[in-house]
């Protein structure tokens, strides 16, 4: 929990197999989908590409769980929109207001 609440961005070597205890890889998986951070999965075996799963990839609200829940998108084009999405400036005045006085205040 400590790394999810840490990470704008999960990668995920899994083997797609269950848990073999409390904190393996699947809750870890299924924490960050339920509170919204993208994951890039890789397969350990190689028997599939790499994919990236986010909440965000859909575009009305849906409760999520599982990673099972979330859409994915193929890698290249999942990852640039994520990624475009993490770090563009908000588009709210409000929000875009809030932004430009926190950075002020930083010089």
Do not use: M, Y
Not at 32 to 57: H, T, Y
């Amino acid at each position: 929990l400590t790394v999810l609440s840490q990470a704008d961005l999960l990668l995920a070597i899994w083997d797609g197999e269950p848990s073999q205890g409390r904190g393996g890889t699947p809750e870890l998986i299924d924490e960050a989908a339920r509170v919204g951070i993208p994951l890039i999965i890789v397969d350990a075996l190689a028997r599939k590409p790499p994919e990236i799963r986010w909440r965000n990839f859909r575009n009305v609200p849906a409760s999520t769980v599982k990673i099972e829940d979330l859409p994915n998108e193929e890698l290249n084009a999942g990852l640039n929109k994520a990624v475009d999405e993490l770090v563009r400036a908000p588009a709210a005045p409000e929000q875009r207001r809030w932004l430009e006085r926190w950075f002020a205040a930083r010089r």
